[in-house]
Nanobody
Framework: QVQLVESGGGLVQAGGSLRLSCAAS????????MGWFRQAPGKEREFVAA????????YYADSVKGRFTISRDNAKNTVYLEMNSLKPEDTAVYYC????????????????WGQGTQVTVSS
């Protein structure tokens, strides 16, 4: 099992940047594909980004491609989401997730979830 704890959320103006972190417990972090999802009020949880076990490959939703960067540090058991050029529509609770069983873009496939961190982008 793995426990995930997100941090780094907050209030930022449009055009600004934030860096989210997700710290994982356990010795098997490097064996998990990691993902970030977000959920805005009244909307379904949606895929943001994912990174492979060794960090060599990453995948993004079209809405964040070119603005967000996912990365990981297996020595620190941490995955990051660097968010630049933030827009009001990026406002959501951001969740870290681990160990997708099939489709990395589908939230229900992930075995482990953090509690989420709020990101609010003001216009």
């Amino acid at each position: 099992q793995v426990q995930l704890v997100e941090s780094g959320g907050g209030l930022v103006q449009a055009g600004g940047s934030l860096r989210l972190s997700c710290a994982a417990s356990g010795r098997t972090f490097s064996s998990y594909i990691m993902g970030w999802f977000r959920q805005a009020p009244g909307k379904e949880r949606e895929f943001v980004a994912a990174v492979t076990r060794n960090g060599a490959s990453s995948y993004y939703a079209d809405s964040v491609k070119g603005r967000f960067t996912i990365s990981r540090d297996n020595a620190k058991n941490t995955v990051y989401l660097e968010m630049n050029s933030l827009k009001p529509e990026d406002t959501a609770v951001y969740y870290c997730a681990a160990d997708p069983r099939y489709d990395i873009r589908v939230s229900s496939t992930y075995a482990y979830w953090g509690q989420g961190t709020q990101v609010t982008v003001s216009s």
